[in-house]
């Protein structure tokens, strides 16, 4: 038998560049849970319309919404307004919690981080090298298993590193089907759920005060999606 498209798989990168460290999560599922799993994701962002007003086109970037930088609806809900404040945390943090209950429940979904800390001054090799690792590991992982992948990622592709990374590896081997295939993030919810998973996994690794509340969020609603349980060094 011919191998199979087993593998559809979304990643995004976070980080730290003053320490160094890089970070890419991602979320996948079989060609054949694609729909449920976007299905399970979009009737989650509905809840967000019903209870929040956030449209289900604006996108969620977690560095945005989880910080309260973004002002993801023009109604601020009643209940983060205390004394005439607006607590813009407190809503991206339940927000949060809410798409993390998401990606822990939906069927056929996994998910995965790893990560990488090098030089600060040279966090574009890292980031570079980080990710020929993965995909060296996602290789290897089809290899074994005699099936084939797709990679998405956000950007623009403008950025040919990835691109090298895919086409330096011995084409009569190759299991990741094409090049990564760049989506706007804007416009993908599946993008944005690598986004959130990615940003996750910056924090169970990268402790610092700032972002304490979020410490444990990857063990709480990721691990059990995550087959290593946890992000990875890579």
């Known amino acids: 038998m011919p191998p199979s498209l087993d593998r559809l798989i979304y990643v995004d990168d976070s980080g730290n560049p003053a320490s160094g460290t890089v970070v890419y999560g991602w979320v996948e599922f079989s060609p054949d849970h694609w729909a449920s799993v976007l299905r399970c994701w979009l009737e989650m962002r509905k809840r967000l319309w019903r209870e929040f007003s956030i449209p289900v086109t604006q996108e969620l970037h977690a560095t945005e ?63 570079r ?42 084409l009569g081997d190759r299991r990741v089907i094409e090049d990564a295939i760049h989506l ?31 410490w444990e969020w990857y063990s709480t609603y990721l691990a059990e999606r995550d087959p290593r349980r946890q992000p990875a060094q890579i």
């Open 65 to 127: 919404y989880v910080n309260g930088r973004s002002r993801i609806t023009k109604r601020f809900p009643a209940k983060h307004l205390h004394n005439g404040v607006e607590y813009w945390k407190d809503l991206g943090r339940e927000i949060a919690v809410e798409c993390l209950e998401t990606l822990r429940c939906s069927e056929g979904l996994t998910v995965g981080a790893v990560w990488r800390e090098g030089d600060p001054c040279r966090i574009a090799q890292t980031k």
């Open 184 to 214: 706007d993030s804007r416009s993908s919810q599946l993008v944005q759920m690598a986004d959130l998973v990615a940003w996750c996994a910056n924090s169970h690794h990268d402790r610092h005060t700032g972002n304490e509340f979020a």
């Open 129 to 170: 090298e980080a990710y020929a690792a993965l995909i060296q590991r996602i290789e290897n992982e089809l290899s074994g298993s005699d099936s084939l992948a797709m990679v998405f990622m956000d950007g623009d592709g403008s950025d040919s590193s990835y691109r090298a990374t895919h086409r330096n590896l011995t």
